[in-house]
């Protein structure tokens, strides 16, 4: 299922909190939610579920999420580690979520096993740290199986080996055919998990692409070079290639941007410098991340001024 979100926007008095935001979410991939804090994914998020008050409209294959006949089936969400009834047991909790849904209760039994939280199904889940808090949230999210999930920050309170088994349920559960809408603060998981990311900050998108793409965009990209002839490769790659500015990695060695490995060795080879490494450098999700919202953020504060 496509989910087209299209012109969101909400104020909170003059303060713009998501502005005029566009994008899609296909299905088949993980597609990572990213932005600093306050940067307005979560209320993104509600503003896409119809949950918040705001400008804009967000099509589920093509059609606003009241006109499906049966919105669980559409999409299962999960916004809120603490979003139960204190008083409720977990199991009575989703037995209500899946009469609102249709849902069977072996497929209750099916999710209270799926999410390990058998040792907790007749207790109360005001009394639930914040890991169980989100297994309990996420088990409510894919009680119906649905066709899309919505999720803010589920990796949150989890342990590592919860943290593994969310990234390859995801993916598995994307791999289905359905779609995948995560948002997440941690930056090197996320790079394992998505395949797509759609990267907003105060409220506007910066980014809607491919994970690779993102990342090769970013300047911290380059080649590693070390050479017992640095100066000489120096004047060779700038006689080469004008506007090239290597930086210097001590002891020996040179940081290019802008050049392949094949391009420098070509080059050296030329001029007959010996290389003792040339070694590519990709940037990692967190640092494109990092390099892309603080530029939007001084960008802001110079428009500001």
Do not use: C
Not at 24 to 48: A, D, E
Not at 138 to 150: D, R, S
């Amino acid at each position: 299922m496509i989910v087209t979100a299209s012109n969101l926007h909400k104020t909170y008095g003059s303060t713009v909190a998501v502005d005029d935001l566009s994008f899609q979410v296909v299905p088949g991939q993980v597609t990572g939610f990213l932005g600093p804090n306050g940067s307005g994914k979560s209320t993104s998020l509600r503003l896409m579920l119809g949950l918040d008050h705001g400008g804009g409209q967000t099509l589920w294959d093509g059609k606003p999420l009241p006109l499906h006949p049966h919105a669980p089936l559409v999409v299962g969400a999960h916004l809120d580690a603490k979003f139960f009834h204190p008083n409720r047991t977990a199991r009575a909790h989703l037995r209500m979520m899946a009469a609102a849904s249709r849902t069977s209760a072996t497929r209750v039994d099916e999710v209270i096993s799926l999410m390990g939280l058998e040792s907790v199904a007749k207790k109360r889940p005001k009394g639930f740290s914040l890991g169980m808090g989100q297994r309990l949230g996420l088990a409510t999210a894919i009680l119906a199986e649905p066709q899309v999930l919505l999720l803010d920050e589920p990796a949150n309170g989890l342990d590592p080996q919860s943290i593994h088994w969310l990234r390859d349920y995801l993916k598995y559960y994307a791999s289905q055919g359905r779609t995948v809408l995560v948002s997440s603060h941690l930056l090197s998981e996320m790079e394992i998990m998505a395949d797509h990311v759609v990267v907003i900050a105060k409220g506007r998108l910066l980014a809607d692409e491919s994970i690779s793409d993102f990342v090769n965009r970013s300047t911290t990209n380059d080649v590693l070079v070390r050479s017992p002839q640095i100066r000489a490769l120096v004047t060779a790659l700038a006689g080469e290639i004008p506007g090239v500015q290597p930086r210097p990695e001590p002891p020996d060695g040179l940081s290019v941007s802008g050049l392949s490995t094949d391009q420098i060795g070509d080059i050296a080879f030329r001029h007959g410098v010996p290389l003792h490494e040339l070694t590519k450098r990709t940037a990692s999700l967190e640092q494109a991340f990092l390099e892309m919202t603080q530029a939007a953020q001084e960008y802001e504060m110079g428009r500001a001024g």
